[in-house]
């Protein structure tokens, strides 16, 4: 019985190693405005392949108050962007 718990936890283990592996993918962009009042940014970015969009400008939201002190008009930025409650919404950025 132990040996079965064991394989159990072990298999259940490795599927979450290979799940959690599927990392974000980040792409590139540019800050083009921030409204902070709305949670809102615009973005000039290349193709964002995980939503199957070609490169554009176009505003997204922005998921909490941390991510948006870190975009700034101008700057060059890494981000990830997600379908949140049906909504184009940045996730995180770097």
Request: cysteine-free; glycine content about 6%; proline content about 1%.
């Amino acid at each position: 019985m132990k040996t079965l718990i064991k394989l159990a936890l072990a298999s259940a283990l490795a599927l979450g190693t290979a799940s959690g592996a599927l990392a974000a993918e980040f792409t590139k962009g540019t800050v083009k405005k921030v409204d902070a009042k709305a949670r809102k940014v615009t973005l000039i970015h290349e193709e964002l392949k995980s939503l199957d969009m070609p490169a554009m400008t176009m505003v997204f939201r922005v998921q909490d108050d941390a991510l948006l002190e870190k975009l700034k008009e101008g700057a060059n930025i890494e981000f990830v962007a997600e379908r949140v409650d049906g909504k184009l919404t940045v996730t995180e950025v770097k």
